[in-house]
């Protein structure tokens, strides 16, 4: 694994049962509380106990939902991009900060996670209206035209959830970085490489894999995001979650409902086992 | 290159605070639509929130709500910490990998699946129904943050404990748990948060008569962004700057004393 301490071959408390003692309370209620629901969810999508396929073959043979689907994926692509863009650059900044201030910055860095999703969409819902700072600033550059605002629109909903999911990015890389030793980019350097080149062959390969685990981490938080979607992109950005919201509430088809529920779950869980199997990126330098 | 890193930095810091400086800033103007940057400057909206019922009530609920699962997810989440920090048994990576599921997967998938649950159990009305759904997401921040804290603590000062004719739970009480206090106060502070700024599991569980700030905001928001929300939200992100910058002046005393 990692750098952690094993766990020590001498147990404090003597009894055999001690950790299923102190586990039962967590494990039932993870076995009650998410995986008992998750799996009622999916009998419902099915239609139990009459057991069909009908709301899923709805979904995958509506071009409609199919459209859905493939643009929560490109949401979650695109978030990655801008994440990576603005997060890498960063992260390796902080990292390579010689300054007592770089946790207080790092910490200035999560604020948004301090703050709910409702309270960050409504300053971009501000920001992006047609009379907003983002929208006007565009209007008065003469890049768009008179009518023209983010609000509701998928470049919006990018610009939103990038901003709420930069931090996480940052903090994975951040951690990755800090594992690399400066040494590899001065003995670079040192052999004639300019600083880029050098940060570039040695510290950007060793990072490779942290780099592809924090994304994958990204990736299925955005596809999963509901709020920011939801107030930042309203009816013209339809997405998973907002489907999903929208067949519970409005239309009341539980069972249909479930079934997009249930697909949103299985992207991200293929996501979530990808992103287990590779570990948080920073045990993977640590062992080289 | 440096240079150049630092400037990308600047402008991603600017991103990142922006949106959030806009909800403090639009509170202040004092037109009845909101503008940024605002026209004039008034405290007025503030006092016109303050005022409202329904934010308080909301704020109340988010409190006790917040409170609740913290609590309940300490008593859940630091045993379970400890087992995995402490002994080596078979499955023990499962564990860990099972318990960290509800982070990643999405709250509002688990919210529809506790809502489908719910309604056909009966189990219908109030808020225990929501500090029940919090606890599911809370309880694996808990664990996540106490486990290393757990891993890094000397097993010997707990058997110097024993040894000096404590009970295991004694030996817990008086010398593990003070050892990892800070860690128990960054988990407690990391599940409060995430209760109390849940909209994804809130917005399908919350009691309708009485529900959270963030459902409150969310409603409002849709209806059509009055003063009102601006002045609410805005006191929320102060809030919430000021609980970072409390955390981050605790971080510097430690390291002084």
Known sequence: MDGK?????????????????????????????????????LAASLDAPRWSFAHYAHFLGDAHYLGVLGRSLLLGVLVVAV???LGLPLAYWLARLQSRWAPALLLLATFPLWISAVVRSFGWVVLLARSGLVSTALRD???????FQLLYSMTGVVLALAQVLLPFMLLSLYGVIRAISPELERAAQNLGAGPLRAALLTTLPLAARGILSASLLVFALSVSAFATPSLVGGARVQLMSTTIYEQMTELADWPFAAAVAFILLAVVGFIAILYTRLGSGADGVARR | MMRVLGLVSFLAFLYLLLPVLVVVGSALGETSYLAFPPH??????FAVALADPRYAHAFLTSLVVAAASTLAALLLGLPAAYALARFDFPGRRFVETALMMPLILPALVLSIALTLLFSRSGF????????????VICTPYVVRVALPVLQRLDVALEEAAQNLGASPLAGFLLVTLPAIRPGAIAAATLAFIVSFDDIDLAIFLADPRAPTLPVVIYSAIQLGIDPGVAAISALLVLL??????????LLWRRQAA
């Open chain 1, 141 to 147: 550059a003469g890049l768009v035209g008179r009518s």
């Open chain 2, 40 to 45: 004039g400057l008034t405290l007025r909206w």
């Open chain 2, 240 to 249: 919430a700057g000021a609980g970072m910058a409390t955390y981050q002046i």
């Open chain 1, 83 to 85: 994440t990576l863009l």
């Open chain 1, 5 to 41: 301490v094993e766990p020590r071959d001498r147990p404090l408390i003597q009894r055999r049962g001690a950790p299923v003692l102190l586990l039962a309370p967590v494990g039932a209620l993870l076995l009650l509380l998410f995986v008992l629901p998750q799996a009622g969810m």
């Open chain 2, 124 to 135: 219908t009305a109030g808020t225990a129904r929501l500090v029940v759904a919090h606890l």
